[in-house]
């Protein structure tokens, strides 16, 4: 018995992918471990987005093989999309690494774990638009679970190279999707999370429509899911259905993470995103007009190759007035093999960073006045953690776990993990909130 040990870095799509591996491992031959000291094999899920991504996970990568050198781990193979993007240098610059398995060859988990004790030194990047693994059944199962309804990815924006290493967008099919679903809510799953590289594509390509209100309306009749939560909604299909969906449906979480990327017509043109201003603002004011109560999270990016000033004061002018409820910002970082590496007036470091930092002490302005509006509100909290005797972590409705902010709970009596608990609002910090059970 070999005992197999999975680092995950990188988003929520390698979570899944990483829960995928372990629940396809062949029990006679392999374990899964939660130490990596106890593990034979160590796989890095990498990813391969950006730079400073890129350079987590070869840092991870030489820690890894730092257990090979000096413990018992045996093998240290890859996976995820670094691993994808770069198998031959990779191999190349770090000899000590015993594999590489594609982001299209999960299902051959065990095999190539086989041929990995047996000493080949293997490289398996092809089947990039291989069909989604469906039946698989999570051993470990969590009060919040990621369920990914597609996978790939048809917008080709001029920076992204998502595309190259995870395909074409294929979707799952509506029932397989239910099946998994009702399964983690069986074992105790409440809050599922919708999530693909974007939810909003989701069924065109199966029901040539875009499918994901009547994915989620079929999901909610799952009678003890408590909420559903999705992220990655791209504004371009953002169909008047599923504002509908948000607006009527009580499990649907009023919560919509868009990655807008940008708001000047001339970037985003240049990203080659399929959208414009007009249409982000107005789908923007439709959602709020239809659900008033609605949480908008957005990304941003700054410094993108010839984001001139003006173009940069009509995004700053676009969040002022905006007020996003959560908003992230990332540096444009030049990816080899896209459009966007090859234009010509790629902006300085420096002025990245500057227009970064601003746009990021305008939103804390507004998250902080945003967030002291929920002072004496009654919220409904899902209890995550304990910290003491008497003090609690949790989420409300308005937070993604590990990208937004908390609500820390005080209670004389105990709680369980995985109840929700009302919670009066007491005190804000400066992206949390903190409340006592009522």
């Not at 982001?103 to 291989?130: A, M, Q, W």
């Not at 409440?190 to 989620?216: F, H, M, P, V």
């Not at 990655?232 to 259905?241: N, R, S």
């Amino acid at each position: 018995m070999n005992n197999v040990h999975i680092v995950t870095l990188g988003c929520s799509k390698n979570e899944v992918d990483s829960s995928m591996m372990y629940s396809l491992l062949n029990r006679d031959k392999y374990k899964m471990v939660n130490n990596p000291n106890d593990a034979d094999i160590l796989i890095v899920n990498t990813c391969g987005f950006i730079d400073a991504a890129k350079e987590e996970s070869i840092d991870t990568i030489l820690e890894s093989i730092e257990y090979k050198k000096s413990g018992k781990c045996k093998k240290v193979l890859l996976s995820g999309c670094l691993a994808q993007r770069y198998p031959e240098e990779l191999l190349k610059e770090i000899p000590e690494i015993d594999g590489i398995i594609g982001t299209g060859n999960i299902n051959y988990i065990n095999e190539l774990l086989d041929r990995s004790l047996k000493g080949n030194i293997f490289v398996k990047t092809d089947n990039l638009n291989s069909a989604y693994i469906e039946g698989v059944k999570k051993e470990i199962v969590n009060i919040t679970e990621y369920v990914k309804i597609s996978e790939g990815c048809n917008n080709n924006c001029s920076y992204c190279i998502i595309p190259s290493l995870r395909g074409k967008n294929r979707s799952r099919k509506i029932e397989d999707i239910y099946s998994e679903v009702e399964y983690l809510v069986e074992k105790g799953t409440r809050e599922i999370i919708l999530i693909a590289q974007n939810t909003t594509d989701y069924g065109i390509d199966l029901y040539s429509k875009y499918s994901l209100a009547k994915l989620i309306k079929e999901i909610s009749k799952i009678e003890n899911l408590k909420w559903i939560r999705v992220m990655y909604l791209y504004p371009d299909h953002f169909t008047k259905d599923l504002i509908e969906e948000f607006r009527d449906n009580e499990k649907l979480l009023k919560y919509v993470d868009m990655p807008l990327q940008h708001i000047s017509d001339n970037v985003l043109r240049n990203m080659e995103r399929k959208t414009n201003k007009d249409h982000i603002i107005k789908t923007i004011n439709e959602l709020r007009k239809s659900v008033p109560e609605i949480i908008i999270r957005t990304t941003l990016i700054v410094g993108f190759p010839e984001e001139s000033d003006n173009d940069f004061k009509e995004l700053v002018d676009f969040v002022e007035k905006t007020k996003f409820d959560k908003l992230g910002v990332f540096e444009y970082s030049k990816e080899e093999g896209t459009k966007a590496s090859l234009m010509r007036k790629q902006i300085d470091e420096n002025t990245k960073k500057t227009r970064k930092e601003e746009i990021m002490y305008i939103q804390s302005e507004i998250s902080r006045e945003l967030l002291s509006k929920n002072l004496g509100e009654n919220l409904e909290v899902l209890i995550e953690e304990k910290i003491d005797e008497n003090n609690y972590v949790g989420r409300t409705y308005m937070d993604a776990p590990e990208i937004d902010g908390v609500t820390y709970v005080f209670s004389d009596k105990n709680l369980e993990i995985g109840n929700f608990i009302n919670v009066n609002i007491v005190d804000t910090l400066d992206y949390d909130l903190v409340g006592d059970v009522i």
